[in-house]
């Protein structure tokens, strides 16, 4: 009987202790999801549709009411937009009564006398010939900025260009000095008509 009993007493705590093994380190409680209830799924479950739906709406907003500006910015105003839609390019009017706004006679003489003085087309006389020009320096500043002016055999009145008169006579000085003359630099446009020398 005793023996029974010890058996089956040790069978039980054999029984007990199995099942004690099979139960605590039971390997699917450590990597357990954290949802452990049909409470908690629910839950997760609406949060899952509920917040992309915030967001979307979050995100819409931003999107249509992002111009909005903070108080005190002025981004939105007429003048900051068109500032910002302005065209790369932009048309600047040369104010023609500042001497600072003028091209040098060098500037003028390359853009529009060089053609015809650089080569001598039209029998002009040639940049730096001497020879050319020295009968002509010899007739004086004035004669010479009235026929640049005026034109004179094959050259247009003013080289048919747009410079000022004031650029037209920087650029008389610049040729004519480049071919011996030592004439000084025109005065600006105020006086330019009266003080040629
Ligand atoms: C279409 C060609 C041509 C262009 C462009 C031209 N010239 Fe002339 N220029 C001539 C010719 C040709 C002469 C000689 C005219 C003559 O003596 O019959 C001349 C003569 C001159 C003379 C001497 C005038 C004189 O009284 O002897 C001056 C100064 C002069 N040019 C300045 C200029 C300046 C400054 C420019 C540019 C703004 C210019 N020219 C552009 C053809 C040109």
């Known amino acids: 009987m005793s023996h029974t ?16 093994h099979g139960h605590s380190p039971d390997p699917h ?4 999801s ?25 995100l819409v907003n931003f999107v249509a009411f992002g111009g909005k500006e903070g108080a005190g910015s002025d981004g939105m105003s007429p003048e900051a937009v068109a500032k910002r839609l302005q065209p790369v390019g932009t048309v600047e009017l040369r104010d023609v009564s500042s001497p600072a706004a003028m091209r040098t006679g060098e500037q003028v003489y390359q853009a529009q006398c060089a053609a015809c003085h650089a080569t001598g087309a039209a029998n002009a006389p040639k ?22 002016m005026k034109g004179k055999g094959a050259m247009a009145p003013q080289a048919g260009g747009d410079a000022t008169d004031y650029e037209i006579a920087r650029a008389v000085v610049y040729l004519a000095n480049q071919g011996g003359g030592k004439f000084a630099e025109p005065a600006a446009p105020a006086a330019a008509a009266s003080a040629p020398k």
């Open 5 to 20: 009993t010890t058996s089956e007493n040790s069978g039980t705590r054999d029984g007990l202790m199995g099942g004690g």
């Open 29 to 32: 409680d450590d990597h357990a």
């Open 34 to 58: 954290p949802i452990r209830t049909p409470k908690q799924l629910i839950t997760v479950i609406i949060a899952s549709f509920v917040l992309p739906v915030v967001i979307i709406i979050l």
């Open 127 to 148: 940049l730096g010939d001497a020879a050319a020009w020295a009968p002509r320096v010899a007739t004086g500043f004035a004669s010479l900025l009235n026929s640049a």
